[in-house]
């Protein structure tokens, strides 16, 4: 009997774990950053006290280099995802977290070819990389569905 609460008790625990527990250890790039990012990184997490709500920051290894995903709002809320604006980062979006938490789980991802705290590791040339690289990150946060607002550049690819 004492075995079996003990069993019941480790799934309990293990099915409350964090879901994205193993994309929270900010990376070296972060945790030791560069003379040159340092600053950028301090002015960054400066901006993300505006953020008002309670968030988390997620760093997701990908093919191209790590994603840095700023997650906010209620854990079983419908998911939106916001795509920042051309030579910006996920802090944009200060201003609007607010509102939008509310009623979402909200997944602010930093372009990886932008400014913000994702990293490059590999070039990316062409769009269809850009869109293999965000379905990565949306696989890793398995996201089956979800909202998606982009302003600028992250509304949307224009071909010529």
Not at 64 to 86: R, Y
Not at 140 to 154: T, V
Request: aromatic residues 14%; charged residues 20%; glycine residues 6%.
């Amino acid at each position: 009997m004492r075995l079996l609460l003990l069993f019941a008790f480790f799934v309990l625990l293990t099915g409350c774990a964090d879901q994205y527990g193993k994309y929270k250890n900010p990376p070296e790039y972060i945790t030791t950053p560069s003379a040159a990012n340092a600053a950028y990184f301090e002015a960054y997490d400066e901006t993300l006290k505006l953020w008002k709500v309670p968030f988390e920051e997620l760093y997701i290894p990908t093919t191209n280099g790590i994603a840095h995903v700023i997650v906010s709002g209620p854990k079983n809320a419908d998911p939106v995802v916001l795509l920042h604006g051309m030579n910006a980062s996920s802090t944009m979006w200060y201003p609007n977290i607010g509102a939008l938490t509310k009623n979402y789980r909200v997944f602010a991802i930093d372009f990886i070819l932008e400014a913000g705290k994702s990293n490059l590791y590999n070039d990316i040339e062409s769009v269809e990389k850009v869109t293999d690289w965000y379905k990565e990150v949306v696989f890793a946060l398995e996201l089956d569905s979800f909202h998606l607002i982009g302003a600028s550049r992250g509304g949307g690819w224009r071909s010529n």
